[in-house]
């Protein structure tokens, strides 16, 4: 059998070295973020779904890195004749048969083609982790997500990749026709995560409203655990796209740091002054037939909502809007615009959370919000404050106005082709016999139906009391055996459907109940009752438990 011929005695000049182990320091850390995001998101999720929402990213890794080694680099960063998407010319990385020491270079730098090639494959995965757990979220099945993955990484991904940082793609600063700064991945990560979330959610329907009275996410714990893995991680994952090191590598981690800590104050300000928290006397009176989007999550989800959205979310969204800034707008004496790009994207940021109420769309995790919305912010403020570096003219304020409008063309561009190619695939896997999107299949079909009986049968100003609380249907409207079945399905959770009942966190969790026998001798407890719930149970304000009027053991078990 013949030798591989390889020369292992091959060097590289002490510039190229150091800029490559530096890109090996950032790559080492983007894995931070992959596993911080499964903590994130499977603590913002219901135990019955933490599990399957922890298991997402890690599942996709595999997958995506077998897809860039085959064909995705090469789709994303070989140099076709055209300017839209690459060629085959480095399937299976042949490009490294010949050359050990093959380089690739840009406006940026210059490093080994190997190094380029591991840290542009965890971005990959990164943006797929952020992405597809949110897409999913206690309603969605794996397997036709999966299959959406594969088209997802081919035929959205790849070819935006090669639009901003291929040096031959039609909006990229190195061919500079249509120049759109994109440093770190505005356009080409978090607004193609955003948009596809955005999509996927549409597409599937809201959650069935019964999954959302007594909201409790799974574990807060994780969520402060995951928003310090991603804190870190972003560090390589803003800074490694310099692709080489110098003082301004220094000045990117630094305004990053300060960018997210400056969203996560302004977050949580807004929270606090702001909060959705029912004031001293007030009670909700959303019943549980009232379960259309706009009135059962704000009356469910929101009410709960106060350590995870004041300081993480924060946190999380001041990191997505300086990616597209990052060393465009990073220099030792403008520290301030990571200051101006945190407090703006966390206002809108925060604002954005909102947004789904208003389109009726269910995004689950905010997804939209957190990366969709910041990412266009992050990419407008760069057309706006973007120095004279790494070949580009600047923003406006170094009088070069038109940047804004590329900028915003970018925008444009990416959201359209990423939304419209999204709902085109997910509409026909959708359709394929048995990769139904949905574990509950029948639900938006039940709900047009539902609401055409309200809109044909029901005079507006009767519309509350007509609608039927036990299944939010019309009282003329049947469930089959079949639909019900599925239904009980999707309640059960995903970790029941996609990992036979096994859970992120399995254990038995009970609640006291506190009688009034209890405090004979004592000075009873000062104890403010609340309104009964939904479900006819009362909460004590301010207390972590439940009065249930039963009372008959000391101990009940949360069902």
Same mark, same amino acid.
């Given at each position: ?14 510039? @190229? ?34 599990? !399957? ?137 978090? /607004? ?109 989800? +929101? ?19 300086? !990616? ?19 407090? /703006? ?7 954005? !959370? ?110 509350? @009391? ?17 639909? @019900? ?10 970790? @029941? ?48 438990? +439940? ?13």
């Amino acid at each position: 059998m013949d030798k591989l011929d390889i020369d292992t005695t091959a060097t590289v000049d002490v510039r @190229s070295s150091i800029n490559t182990l530096y890109m090996l320091c950032c790559t080492g850390l983007l894995p931070l973020i992959i596993i911080g995001i499964a903590f994130f998101y499977s603590g913002l999720t219901q135990r019955r779904s933490a599990l !399957t929402m922890f298991a997402i990213p890690l599942l996709l890794m595999p997958m995506i890195v077998i897809d860039w080694f085959i064909w995705g680099y090469s789709l994303c960063y070989s140099r076709a004749s055209n300017h839209f998407i690459g060629n085959l010319n480095y399937v299976v990385l042949r490009q490294f048969k010949d050359t050990a020491t093959a380089q690739f270079t840009n406006s940026r730098g210059q490093i080994l083609a190997a190094a380029h090639v591991l840290f542009n494959m965890f971005f990959k995965v990164v943006c797929a982790a952020f992405t597809f757990p949110g897409c999913v979220a206690e309603r969605g099945r794996l397997l036709p997500m999966l299959l959406f993955v594969f088209i997802w990484s081919t035929i959205i991904y790849n070819p935006v990749t090669y639009w901003f940082w291929n040096t031959n793609g039609w909006l990229s600063v190195d061919l500079g026709r249509l120049p759109v700064l994109d440093f770190a991945g505005g356009n080409c990560i978090h /607004i193609v995560s955003g948009f596809t979330c955005l999509a996927y959610s549409y597409i599937l329907g809201p959650r069935n409203p019964k999954l959302l009275y007594n909201y409790r996410n799974a574990n807060t714990g994780h969520i402060l655990l995951g928003t310090f893995l991603v804190f870190f991680g972003w560090i390589g994952f803003v800074s490694g796209c310099d692709f080489k090191f110098s003082f301004n590598s220094l000045y990117i981690i630094l305004n990053t740091c300060i960018a997210a800590c400056a969203s996560a104050i302004i977050w949580t300000a807004i929270d606090y002054f702001f909060s959705s928290v029912p004031l001293e006397g007030e009670a909700s009176a959303v019943k549980p037939g009232d379960y259309n989007l706009g009135t059962s999550m704000t009356a469910t989800i +929101e009410p709960q909502k106060v350590l995870h959205d004041f300081v993480f979310i924060g946190i999380m969204t001041g990191l997505v809007v300086f !990616t597209p800034g990052g060393g465009y707008v990073s220099s030792n004496a403008e520290f301030w615009k990571g200051i101006v790009f945190g407090v /703006i994207g966390g206002v809108t940021g925060n604002l954005a !959370t909102r947004l789904k109420y208003f389109f009726n769309i269910d995004d689950a995790l905010d997804l939209f919000a957190i990366h969709g919305v910041p990412g266009i912010v992050g990419s407008l403020l760069t057309g706006i404050f973007a120095n004279e570096l790494y070949d580009s003219e600047g923003g406006w304020v170094a009088g070069h106005w038109k940047q804004f409008g590329y900028q915003l063309l970018g925008i444009v561009v990416t959201s359209a082709y990423v939304f419209i190619m999204s709902l085109v695939f997910l509409y026909l896997i959708d359709l394929i016999p048995g990769c139904h999107l949905r574990i509950d299949k029948d639900f938006n079909r039940r709900e047009r139906e539902r609401h055409m009986q309200i809109k044909n049968n029901i005079k507006n100003q009767e519309l509350e @009391s007509q609608v039927s609380p036990h299944h939010g249907q019309d009282s003329n409207t049947t469930i089959t055996e079949q639909e @019900s079945f599925w239904e009980q399905v999707e309640l059960q959770g995903t970790d @029941s459907y996609e990992f036979n009942g096994e859970y992120m966190l399995d254990f038995m969790e009970f609640i006291r109940v506190i009688r009034p026998q209890d405090y004979e001798d004592d000075e009873p407890p000062e104890i403010i009752q609340a309104p009964p719930n939904a479900y006819g149970s009362f909460q004590a304000t301010g207390q972590d438990f +439940e009065l249930h009027p039963e009372g008959i053991n000391h101990l009940t078990k949360r069902e």
